[in-house]
T-cell receptor, first 119, second 112 residues
Framework: GAVVSQHPSWVICKSGTSVKIECRSLDFQATTMFWYRQFPKQSLMLMATSNEGSKATYEQGVEKDKFLINHASLTLSTLTVTSAHPEDSSFYIC???????????????FGAGSRLTVL | DAKTTQPTSMDCAEGRAANLPCNHSTISGNEYVYWYRQIHSQGPQYIIHGLKNNETNEMASLIITEDRKSSTLILPHATLRDTAVYYCIVRVATGANSKLTFGKGITLSVRP
């Protein structure tokens, strides 16, 4: 089946540093990937849509200069949290849709998530 | 996207069927019903989806009412590992950039 790998699964960093999270589709190509953020006891909140070869589309209220997204290939999207602060501590989850639609209409495969803690 | 309404939580006994309801009274004709679940501290997992016919796969069954205003996800023999938050989402199937928006979902607790 379709697998999406996220790395790292957890990361601790100091305030002011930048952290990069990778999202890879392992056995399928994904022209579009999505990045979500989830705070404790809350639902997933869509941050941005990552498009291969073009600029990401950010949801309202999400700072594009703070959350840099790069989708350089059909199997890799990266999210960089720049100048991280404690309030950026969260669970970041990516998802991808099989470009050939083999999984079914609009079915997304999610990564296991990356837990970021900013000290 | 059509809005969905789910109870906040429910529980069931291990080995029994878990029936998770979802209301989507404003669903449009071209919108599908999707179910995902999220086990604690993991990414969401796709379960099943359907348009108007009932669907079944190795994980669950999806029963959609004839007027499509509500649906029920059925886990036929719930196990402790089925304890999770279950999300019912209504969305069109087409569109390369179509996105899934998650509500609060229903927390299912399976008790021994």
């Amino acid at each position: 089946g379709a697998v999406v790998s996220q790395h790292p699964s957890w990361v601790i960093c100091k305030s002011g540093t930048s952290v990069k999270i990778e999202c890879r589709s392992l056995d399928f190509q994904a022209t579009t990937m999505f990045w979500y953020r989830q705070f404790p006891k809350q639902s997933l909140m869509l941050m941005a849509t990552s498009n291969e070869g073009s600029k990401a589309t950010y949801e309202q209220g999400v700072e594009k200069d703070k959350f840099l997204i790069n989708h350089a290939s059909l199997t890799l999207s990266t999210l960089t949290v720049t100048s991280a602060h404690p309030e950026d501590s969260s669970f970041y989850i990516c998802s991808a849709r099989d470009s050939k639609g083999r999984l079914g209409a609009n079915v997304l495969t999610f990564g296991a998530g990356s837990r970021l803690t900013v000290l | 996207d059509a809005k969905t309404t789910q109870p906040t939580s429910m529980d069931c006994a291990e080995g029994r069927a878990a029936n998770l309801p979802c209301n989507h009274s404003t669903i449009s004709g071209n919108e599908y019903v999707y179910w995902y679940r999220q086990i604690h501290s993991q990414g969401p997992q796709y379960i099943i989806h359907g348009l108007k016919n009932n669907e079944t796969n190795e994980m669950a069954s999806l029963i959609i009412t004839e007027d499509r205003k509500s649906s029920t996800l059925i886990l036929p023999h719930a196990t402790l590992r089925d304890t999770a938050v279950y999300y019912c989402i209504v969305r069109v199937a087409t569109g390369a950039n179509s996105k899934l928006t998650f509500g609060k979902g229903i927390t299912l607790s399976v008790r021994p």
